[in-house]
């Protein structure tokens, strides 16, 4: 669809980022880029000014009205009980995938260029689900608990859009990196999804690799690796990784794509250590840009600011935190007109960028009217067969196993008890320590049915006993426990 009122969401940031904001507008004001900016309000100040989502209700309806928001890195005031307004954004507008591209650039001397050894991996890291949720609890003065949501229509959804993106990028291979021989339901659900969505994408190579061998082999190996998918916080950590391989966070941009509000911004903070000496790097935000402009369709512009920034480190202009430390550092602004001056230019090193012509695209049509319920479409079997009991308890687990038993209902069973996630009762060692947390599961016998009314009248009777934290409903799904097994039982 074509678009008439080509608009983004500009907000600057906190730190660095009016810096490198104002010399990547410099720079996209110089090549003509046809847009139109509405510069928005986000960050610390705006929550120092009472907004506690970081966000005025303005800068909220601008990006909801243009679909896109170009970001400079913002803080979130620590200890203030507000959450992280990047994450906030990424979450309330669903950008359900966190594209994150680490390519080679020559004039970046990293180990691997000097090898010869040319990377470009993609990191597709899922943007909304995860411990990124948020849910945390305080279960006793000792005892900190992180709920981390893994969902199949939330997998499906980032799954599809790597394929799809590996797809168009001419990719070789798609990898999964995760977890799952340790978290086998949440991790395992992830893997599963991924496999499913490759049988759609016959003609690509589809594999997974635990995460912590992924890291391993993106150090040692990195140009095996095309596109790269983890969950949320594996999808972080092993970014900043790859960011390392291609010379640093100053060479990290990112695009947090959703289907109605797309987000580009840097990896990278608000480096408070270098604000406002005009030394930082502007090149993340300006590939961020990048992809931003080829998002909206304007390749033309893209390539033309892209060979010249290719140009400009190959001719050994710089800032502070890379090149060669031999010959001086620009400033921000002077790297911003080091570039401008090379437009026209093509890199003599590397393969300069040649534009697919395409339409500009519009982001700001068919808004729904209500929230989008995500449904995957599997119908299965779900019985309510027993619970996990979480409880605060500063005695030994045979005592409390043995008070338990005593009030059990005649057709349940006490079948284990764990501290920590590692079994103490019926077996255990003694050498596994103990904290006053305790996790009590009963079960119906065989595999009969239990009501949520009979798990919570028998919670009176357990909190004679000890105190209940919380309860989790175990299931039978199609027959399978939905539920893991104790570590050691
Ligand atoms: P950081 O990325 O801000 O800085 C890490 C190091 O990299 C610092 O030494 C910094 O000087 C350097 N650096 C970062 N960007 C640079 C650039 N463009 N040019 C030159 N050097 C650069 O990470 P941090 O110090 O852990 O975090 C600082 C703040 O940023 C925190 O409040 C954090 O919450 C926030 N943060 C925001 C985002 C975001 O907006 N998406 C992302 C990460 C961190």
């Known amino acids: 669809m074509q678009n008439e009122q080509p608009f983004i969401a500009v907000a600057k940031g906190d730190g660095i980022g009016a810096e490198i904001m104002d010399a990547v507008i410099h720079i996209f004001d110089r ?44 803080e979130t005031p620590k200890g203030k009980g507000v959450k992280s307004i990047n994450v906030t954004a990424r979450k309330v507008w669903n950008t359900y995938a966190n594209k994150r591209v680490f390519k080679t650039l020559s004039g970046v001397d990293t180990v691997f260029s000097r090898a010869g050894i040319p990377i470009d991996i993609t990191v597709v890291r899922e943007n909304i689900e995860d411990t990124y949720g948020g849910i945390e609890h305080q279960l006793t003065q000792d005892v900190a608990l992180c709920r981390r949501f893994i969902t199949r229509p939330g997998s499906l959804q980032v799954h599809r859009y790597a394929f799809e993106m590996a797809k168009k990028k001419g990719a070789r291979r798609i990898t999964c990196g995760h977890k799952a021989n340790i978290m086998k339901l949440t991790d395992g659900l ?5 496999y499913e969505v490759a049988k759609d994408y016959p003609g690509m190579r589809a594999d997974d690799v ?85 998002h909206t369709g304007l390749m033309e512009e893209a390539a033309l600011i892209e060979n010249a920034l290719l140009r400009t ?47 500009m695209v519009s982001f700001s049509a068919d808004r729904p009217k209500e929230q989008v319920l995500l449904q995957s479409g599997v119908h299965k079997t779900q019985l309510l067969n027993g619970a996990d009991l979480f409880v605060e308890y500063n005695g030994q687990p045979n005592a409390l196993a043995e008070s338990l038993s005593a009030l059990l209902p005649a057709d349940w069973q006490l079948t284990t008890i764990s501290n920590r996630g590692t079994q103490v009762w019926p077996t255990g060692s003694l050498l596994t320590n103990c904290v006053n947390q305790y996790r009590v ?18 919670c009176k009777t357990v909190e004679t006993v000890a105190r209940i934290c919380s309860v989790e409903m175990l299931l039978l799904i199609d027959g399978k426990q939905g539920y893991s097994l104790a570590q050691g039982q």
């Open 31 to 74: 090549a003509k880029v046809p847009l139109w900016y509405e510069y928005i309000d986000m960050g610390k100040s705006i929550y120092e000014a009472g907004h506690s989502t970081g966000m005025t209700p303005d800068a909220r309806k601008a990006v909801e009205t243009y679909g896109i928001l170009f970001k400079g890195p913002m």
């Open 190 to 194: 992830f893997l599963e999804t991924f």
């Open 210 to 294: 635990i995460v912590d061998d992924l890291c391993m082999k993106l150090v040692t190996r990195p140009n095996e690796f095309d596109v790269v998918v983890l969950p949320n916080l594996q999808g972080d950590i092993v970014s900043d990784l790859c960011a390392g391989l291609v010379g640093g966070l100053g060479f990290a941009p990112s695009a947090n794509i959703g289907d109605s509000v797309c987000i580009f911004e840097a990896v990278h903070g608000t480096a408070p250590d270098i604000t406002g000496q005009g030394i930082a790097n502007p090149t993340a935000l300006l590939l961020s840009g990048l992809m931003l402009l080829r």
């Open 313 to 359: 480190l190959e001719d050994g202009i710089h800032t502070a935190d890379f090149g060669n430390a031999g010959t001086a550092s620009s400033s921000t602004t002077a790297f911003a007109e080091a570039i401008i001056a090379r437009f026209g230019e093509m890199p003599v090193h590397s393969k300069p960028v040649i534009p697919i012509p395409a339409p």
């Open 441 to 458: 599961r009963v079960e119906k016998a065989a595999t009969a049915t239990i009501t949520a009314t009979a798990i919570f009248d028998w």
